[in-house]
């Protein structure tokens, strides 16, 4: 995979997860999710502070997307599980600011 396809646009990115062929892995920490949610029901929250731990609870029928704040955790994370095997993972490029940016779907409050 060339490098500029691991990355993809939050619109590629929801139209991916629309076909569920795909998830969305918010790696951002609880209390970041709790203030402001990615809302789709194919978001799994892992904050990359667990991730080591959790690689086993992550789908694996399925490419991961990986997504955070603003790009920088999700492109660790998406090196980590490119490290340790995953090949079916990619980056959403700009985060929940480029998500939000382009209108797409959030949750605010979530508890």
């Known amino acids: ?7 993809l646009t939050p ?8 076909t569920g062929a795909c998830w969305l892995v918010d790696v951002r920490e609880g209390h970041e999710v709790a ?10 929250c ?9 690689l086993g609870q992550l789908p694996q029928d399925a490419e ?3 997504a955070c704040a603003a790009g920088g955790r999700s492109q660790q994370a ?3 599980l490119l490290q340790n095997g995953r090949a079916d993972v990619r980056n959403m490029s700009g985060g929940m ?3 939000m940016a382009h209108g797409l779907p959030v949750k605010q409050g979530v508890v």
């Open 1 to 7: 995979m060339s490098n500029s396809s691991l990355h």
């Open 11 to 18: 619109v590629d990115a929801l139209q991916a997860l629309q």
């Open 35 to 44: 203030r402001l949610a990615y809302d789709h029901p194919r978001v799994i």
């Open 46 to 54: 892992l904050p990359l502070s667990q991730l080591g731990q959790a």
């Open 64 to 66: 991961l997307i990986m």
């Open 78 to 80: 998406m090196q980590f």
């Open 97 to 99: 600011g480029a998500w």
